[in-house]
């Protein structure tokens, strides 16, 4: 079965829906995808798309969501059903959202997943036994230990915060290519490596934020990350555990082999560094390939594709929630 997530990336692709599947045609006609609607669960359509009426009720009478990114990866809108028989679960996260207790532990074990899932490939990487990055490892070694200590969430974010530095000093060590990259800059990126890392961040987010409202939770009531009107705070701290696995080894893997160069960036004035429409393209391709990887399941040890995992991950968080499992558990890697 096709990857149940389509990206359309052509610019004046227009998406038109004949009988029973989805027909994405480029701007003079010739056609990129052809794929019946059972086998889609999700659109993201990137820049200048177009979707037929037709098409639209289609997907959303098989309650199939779509999404509208810029082409530099920045959110527009999400176009998805409410999801029915979900009063009960999400009465139950209000309850929850206001548990100190709850929020802190749960949000403890998925900082872990996050720093023990970083420490582990920035050790796998480390083939060379280079120093530097072995200083890295033991920073984000010694960010794991003093989770325990963490007595709010606050200090669990601070925490985190410092690990993230040492990963991200451990990922410009590993880079193959100079791209300019010298840490974590977000809004505007200032460097290849950066755009790739915002814009692979923003295509997972997406991805957890569909697992999110398809196991019926409400996006917004998190416990890492502050509840805000204005995001979708759940599917951020869902995402922890999943940013290195996904996006970060997708962007070293197409750095270091040389995928992606620097002619495939340019820099717009106030926007910082963007992709060009193919280095978009092979990306997501990328990005696509490593969904399909497989992970083993922190709870019932069985092996699943990345893609299919964050949907387990949201529907075991919706347990823990429901009281149904007693305590969140992360995603792990060995």
Same mark, same amino acid.
């Given at each position: 079965?096709?990857?149940?997530?389509?990206?359309?990336?052509?610019?004046?692709?227009?998406?038109?829906?004949?009988?029973?599947?989805?027909?994405?045609?480029?701007?003079?006609?010739?056609?990129?995808?052809?794929?019946?609607?059972?086998?889609?669960?999700?659109?993201?359509?990137?820049?200048?798309?177009?979707?037929?009426?037709?098409?639209?009720?289609?997907?959303?009478?098989?309650?199939?969501?779509?999404?509208?990114?810029?082409? *530099?990866?920045? +959110?527009?809108? =999400? !176009? %998805?059903?409410?999801?029915? @028989?979900?009063?009960?679960?999400?009465? $139950?996260?209000?309850?929850?959202?206001? *548990?100190?207790? +709850?929020?802190? =532990? !749960? %949000?403890?074990?998925?900082? @872990?997943?996050?720093?023990?899932?970083? $420490?582990?490939?920035?050790?796998?990487?480390?083939?060379?036994?280079?120093?530097?990055?072995?200083?890295?490892?033991?920073?984000?070694?010694?960010?794991?230990?003093?989770?325990?200590?963490?007595?709010?969430?606050?200090?669990?974010?601070?925490?985190?915060?410092?690990?993230?530095?040492?990963?991200?000093?451990?990922?410009?060590?590993?880079?193959?290519?100079?791209?300019?990259?010298?840490?974590?800059?977000?809004?505007?990126?200032?460097?290849?490596?950066?755009?790739?890392?915002?814009?692979?961040?923003?295509?997972?987010?997406?991805?957890?934020?569909?697992?999110?409202?398809?196991?019926?939770?409400?996006?917004?009531?998190?416990?890492?990350?502050?509840?805000?009107?204005?995001?979708?705070?759940?599917?951020?701290?869902?995402?922890?555990?999943?940013?290195?696995?996904?996006?970060?080894?997708?962007?070293?893997?197409?750095?270091?082999?040389?995928?992606?160069?620097?002619?495939?960036?340019?820099?717009?004035?106030?926007?910082?560094?963007?992709?060009?429409?193919?280095?978009?393209?092979?990306?997501?391709?990328?990005?696509?390939?490593?969904?399909?990887?497989?992970?083993?399941?922190?709870?019932?040890?069985?092996?699943?594709?990345?893609?299919?995992?964050?949907?387990?991950?949201?529907?075991?968080?919706?347990?823990?929630?429901?009281?149904?499992?007693?305590?969140?558990?992360?995603?792990?890697?060995?």
């Amino acid at each position: 079965m096709e990857d149940a997530a389509v990206y359309i990336t052509a610019q004046g692709a227009r998406l038109a829906r004949v009988g029973e599947r989805m027909l994405v045609r480029s701007r003079e006609g010739k056609i990129l995808n052809d794929v019946p609607f059972f086998r889609v669960q999700e659109i993201i359509c990137m820049g200048s798309v177009d979707v037929t009426h037709s098409a639209l009720m289609a997907l959303q009478r098989r309650s199939i969501d779509v999404v509208f990114l810029t082409m *530099d990866g920045r +959110f527009k809108c =999400r !176009v %998805s059903n409410l999801q029915p @028989r979900a009063v009960r679960c999400r009465m $139950r996260q209000y309850e929850r959202a206001s *548990d100190p207790e +709850f929020r802190l =532990r !749960v %949000s403890r074990e998925m900082v @872990r997943g996050k720093l023990g899932i970083s $420490r582990v490939w920035l050790m796998r990487q480390n083939r060379n036994r280079d120093e530097i990055l072995a200083g890295q490892v033991i920073g984000v070694k010694d960010c794991l230990d003093a989770l325990d200590d963490a007595k709010t969430v606050d200090e669990l974010m601070g925490i985190e915060g410092t690990a993230a530095r040492y990963h991200f000093e451990g990922l410009r060590c590993l880079l193959k290519q100079d791209l300019g990259f010298a840490g974590r800059v977000r809004r505007p990126p200032t460097d290849p490596v950066n755009a790739m890392l915002s814009f692979g961040y923003t295509l997972l987010f997406n991805r957890v934020l569909s697992a999110v409202e398809r196991a019926g939770l409400d996006p917004m009531l998190s416990n890492l990350h502050a509840i805000d009107d204005r995001r979708a705070s759940l599917a951020l701290d869902l995402m922890e555990e999943f940013r290195t696995l996904v996006v970060d080894s997708t962007v070293l893997s197409l750095v270091n082999r040389i995928e992606m160069v620097p002619g495939d960036f340019r820099v717009e004035d106030g926007k910082g560094v963007r992709m060009s429409e193919g280095a978009i393209a092979r990306f997501v391709k990328g990005i696509q390939s490593r969904l399909s990887d497989s992970v083993t399941h922190p709870v019932n040890g069985k092996s699943y594709a990345l893609k299919d995992l964050i949907t387990q991950q949201a529907w075991q968080y919706k347990s823990v929630v429901l009281g149904e499992a007693a305590e969140y558990k992360p995603v792990t890697t060995r």
